[in-house]
């Protein structure tokens, strides 16, 4: 079966004359986690029905297993009850007219498996979330975090193809979450399935993926692992969706095979760049607060830019620093050793593994 | 791997097979039974020829049922009670929803399931006990009001315009406003109502100047609701109007046809002209509604209400309920049991005034059991014909995927609209002009089509509110699960809704009993149902059998309501529902 176990490709999908989900394309290694991350209303949840056949793609071509399940443009489209899905929703659906046991069962007995089986396997199923005892359990009686475990309970049962997970995460309160979340990483280890997970949770998807893929207005901005999309963000968007950023401008400078930006007076950062940036560019350099550190006035090294402090906030278990860069106002997080006074010239240090340059 | 085998289905053909198949096969369905009908008779009042024969076009039944004064006369009694009526009437079920939902008034549970069962009694049996009170010659009050001082003659009247009025104070209509109105004014977020109270307003002010406001347009909607509900009204200006000659359109169309030979053309002349009435206070009552959505949901959160403090007034309330509940649901209902088992009605003097004789009689008339027969059949029927073309309506209209929901919506509000007596009269063209005579005219296959048809608004929008309240996520995970579609339809959708299921056949099979309006043009002697059995019982001056079997009628529906109501039979509140699928969806 090779490397790509899904083969989203291209894939359009339009309400009226808007599309909210425009040529999206990516693939699903067999036992990848594998996360759409992305605000409210960008694509992200459709692209999942899609996959599940929720929704009717216009154009492009959907792949699983080598299977194709929709391709409008030759006419075909798998329906929902025959793609060997697993999906948990967002608001977990689970029937209230059928007990746990019940819920858990319903996808082995539309297979038509024995009646033996499907007692062994419901139980088992009900194990892994951690309900074993709760089998005759009304499902109407369950918290909101045991009804997350029963719809994964439901979506597993049948070692489904792909997992699919609609913000199982969000319904539930911040202690319970962070606990799911680690659950979850752990289930998803110990059944090696494939699972394409839908988050607007930028913390969620870094801490559970194997790859992100950042949507933004239905198209996909990026996708890599968490260290690539935070570390690297290819737009500013992506980096600003996935935390803090650090932004200053500047002037490409190109010389002998290295490259650098000018930060207008204020120092230099080396960065990468490819073709896209030509000598002379105008620029923005985006790198995270936390890889850049704050040194008292001094001689400036490589990668260093001066900057006044305008502010400083106490937080507690560290200061915040407002500073001013070349004109422009930058926070920044450091220790409380040594602090700088209001006023104080300082010098940043950037980290050049940890540094993007975007064109303005 | 087994599932490589599935064939891809085309595009083109699921879509087909699916939603727009099923969506076309009931738009189909509704434009043969109820565009077509009223096609058909807005032709046919230009057709001189009676129904069957070989058509002759003309103005003739136009210029013939306009030059009758009598015509213009009913359509203005039509709109005169109507509007008389709706003063009090609603008046009435404001106060009494107010009562209930926002005061401290003492048993407001009692009065609300008061209301609900009697927005159950039908008005037939109830119009015939006020004759039994207040008829000249025999009337109960009339009698003891003949000991009073100075009173000569008769005092009340019950064939008279104010007779018409008083009956309809205690008929359906009043309580179903109560029914509608309770929960909009338990509804509204209590936060407006503490916000005055906090600036300074007492308890009056808030109501008349936050409360009622607020909820204005909300009581207008019902107002013109009941309005429209009171221009169909038939059963009581038939039996109470006829021997005064007072004509409403329903029961004018009811006397055209009654002619001997029937004068079908009159009828739909008159017919028409009032549907082009109702569908023009029909466009508006909906523009208005909809221009005033941001108004209606004036839902705050939850349902924490600052109840009024009644101090003792709060027993004025409850009494002068209870005062209006006795006089226009008790006192008839006694009279009924009394009338039922008397002589002869009005002689309390006679050595033994009482018998049984009247039930005997009743339980061994053949016609009796016939029509008992034609009824359960009739109301069986449409009980079951309704919730399944309804529920797959109201699915199709949930789901939000149809190429053309608002004709579908609009076929399932025609019947609102069009009052019984009206969509007969066009489905008895149908019947007659088509090869469906044999199976349609005069049977009881005819009738419940009928009804079915006129059910159509509650139990669609009941079938529709439930679907939409389930949310497509718990059918989508059945689908995603591996579930076919009619496993999905038989296993968790059918199940979920079975609540509102029982209620839409309850109601439809207890509004198929009650009829009169929707069979009275339609059945014939082997297909009579209870409720013509009862208006010929009426008419022919057996008030005492009718007393029995309006009783009769009366206790099978309360029966059914009752226990219906275990089933989750609540109508307006759906709150309250047993199956609570909201808990698991998101805050």
Redesign the interface.
Known sequence: MGNVLLDFSNVVKRYGDTPVVDRISFTVAPGEFFTLLGPSGCGKTTTLRLL???E?PDAGEITL?G??LAA?DR?????????????V?????????LTVFENVA??LR??GEPRAAIKKRVQEALEIVGLGHLGQRGS?E?S?GQ?QRV?LA?AIV?TP?LL?LDEPL??LDVKLREQMRAELQALHKRLNLAVVYVTHDQAEALALSDRIAVVNQGRLEQVGTPAEVYERPHTRFVGDFLGRTVIVKGTMRKDAGQTWVDVQGAGRIAVRADGAFIDGAEVRILSRPEDVTLLPMGELGQNQVTATVEHVAYMGDHLEYTVMVAGRILILPASKRNPHPIGADVRLAFDPARVTALLQ | ?S??T?P?????W?KLRGFRGAELLVLLFFAVVMALPILFMLVGSFNTAAPGETPVYGLENWTRAFSDPQTLSALWMSFLFSVVRLIPSLTLSVIVAWLIARTDMPGGHTVEFLCWFAFFVPDFPLTLAWILLLDPHFGFLNSVAGYLPFVTGPLFNPYSFWGIVWVHLGTGGIWLNVMLLTPVFRRLGATLEEAARVSGANTLTTLWRITFPVLSPMILAIAVLSFIKGLESFNTELLLGLPARIYVYGTRIYDYLRQEPPAYGEATALGSVFLLVLFVLAFFYRRYLQGKKKFTVVTGQGYSTLRVKLGKWRYVAIGGFILWFTVMMVLPLIFLVIGSFMRRYGFFNLSSPFTLAHWQNLLGDPLFIGSLKNSLIIASTTAILGVLLYSVVGYLLASRRLAAPAVLEFFCWLPWVIPGILMSLGLLWIFLATPLRGILYGTVWGIALALTIHDSPVSTQAFKSSFLQL?P??E??????????R?TYL??LL??VAPVAVTVAMLNFGSALTSISTPVLLYSAESRPLSILLLEYSFTGEIERAAALGLLITAIICVMMLVGRRFGLRMTNPQRQE???G?????
């Open positions: 599940a056949g929720l009717t297993q299977r194709c409008p006419g075909i489209l798998v329906p929902i009850d025959k793609r060997n899905m697993g999906m929703f967002q608001s977990y659906a689970i029937w209230p007219h319903f996808p539309v297979r109407t369950l909101g009804q719809a439901r049948y193809a699919l969000s319904n | 791997m599932a490589m599935v891809a289905v085309p595009n083109i699921l949310g996520d718990l989508e995970a059945a689908r995603v699960s591996g579930a076919s579609w496993y296993r968790i199940p979920l199956v609570k699928p808990v698991g969806q998101p805050a």
